[in-house]
């Protein structure tokens, strides 16, 4: 459970998340959900609330270079996959009713702004949800390692990452019955343990800068203000 009322979040997404049920691609329906309970912590609970996204329902860069494209490349082409799916979330939490900005770590003014930490404090300061994409800009770097940088660079209070379960197991609950799952957990346990919350180079930089993380099922986000909310809390003091 969070225990405080936060001012600012940071929501990492992945990119299957928004493919929901479909093999490859988007959910539009479940692209609506989402953004309702998106424009609900928003508008109603007055959270700023800031969003990286993947693109893996689309292509991922490390599977690319396994196929014979060089890495780099492929992690550029993984880079414009996070921006359509920018583009479909943005689209979708605007017809809600919420402002957005979508901020891209690689210049394409035609689609969005470029990341500016300044204009994105200024977005967020104005209630405008600020949905950031391309990740770090960088190959090498997953979205994992962009939300936690993102999330520090515009001081949000802790991060939220949406999975397909309700918190963090000691193994696959769709795969082992017997999974046991963690209500709250250290960074360095669960390093320890190698669970696997994020990749390595994003843990070691939410570690190193105290940056709290909650993991819980994706569509219960709109619930993380309240006691009902399942998840496990990430402590890294």
């Given at each position: 459970?969070?225990?405080?009322?936060p001012?600012?979040?940071?929501?990492?997404?992945s990119?299957?998340?928004?493919?929901?049920?479909?093999?490859?691609?988007?959910?539009?329906?479940?692209?609506?959900?989402?953004?309702?309970?998106?424009?609900?912590?928003?508008?109603?609970?007055g959270?700023?609330i800031?969003?990286?996204?993947?693109?893996?329902?689309?292509?991922?860069?490390v599977?690319?270079?396994?196929?014979?494209?060089?890495?780099?490349?492929?992690?550029?082409?993984?880079?414009?996959?996070?921006?359509?799916?920018?583009?479909?979330?943005?689209?979708?939490?605007?017809?809600?009713?919420?402002?957005?900005?979508?901020m891209?770590?690689?210049?394409?003014?035609?689609?969005?702004?470029?990341?500016?930490?300044?204009?994105?404090?200024?977005?967020?300061?104005?209630?405008?949800?600020?949905?950031?994409?391309?990740?770090?800009?960088?190959?090498?770097?997953?979205?994992?390692?962009?939300?936690v940088?993102?999330?520090?660079?515009?001081?949000?209070?802790?991060?939220?990452?949406?999975?397909?379960?309700?918190?963090?197991?000691?193994?696959?609950?769709f795969?082992?019955?017997?999974?046991?799952?963690?209500?709250?957990?250290?960074?360095?346990?669960?390093?320890?343990?190698?669970?696997?919350?994020?990749?390595?180079?994003?843990?070691?930089?939410?570690?190193?800068?105290?940056?709290?993380?909650?993991?819980?099922?994706?569509?219960?986000?709109e619930?993380?203000?309240?006691?009902?909310?399942?998840?496990?809390?990430?402590?890294?003091?």
């Open positions: 459970m969070i225990k405080k009322h001012k600012r979040v940071l929501l990492k997404l990119g299957e998340a928004l493919q929901g049920s479909k093999e490859y691609g988007i959910d539009v329906k479940l692209l609506e959900k989402l953004s309702e309970k998106i424009v609900y912590l928003s508008r109603y609970k959270v700023q800031v969003i990286v996204i993947g693109g893996g329902n689309i292509f991922r860069g599977s690319g270079a396994a196929s014979g494209i060089d890495r780099s490349q492929a992690d550029y082409m993984g880079m414009l996959a996070t921006v359509m799916n920018g583009i479909a979330l943005g689209d979708a939490i605007e017809k809600q009713g919420n402002s957005v900005r979508i891209s770590a690689l210049e394409i003014p035609k689609v969005a702004e470029t990341f500016i930490r300044r204009r994105a404090l200024k977005h967020l300061e104005k209630g405008r949800v600020v949905l950031t994409v391309s990740g770090t800009g960088n190959p090498y770097f997953t979205t994992d390692s962009a939300a940088l993102r999330a520090l660079e515009l001081n949000c209070d802790f991060m939220i990452k949406g999975t397909k379960v309700d918190g963090i197991y000691d193994k696959d609950p795969v082992d019955s017997t999974a046991k799952k963690y209500e709250n957990i250290g960074i360095d346990e669960a390093l320890d343990k190698g669970l696997q919350i994020m990749d390595q180079s994003a843990i070691a930089l939410a570690k190193d800068e105290k940056l709290p993380i909650f993991v819980c099922k994706l569509m219960d986000i619930k993380i203000l309240s006691k009902s909310i399942k998840g496990t809390y990430v402590d890294v003091t």
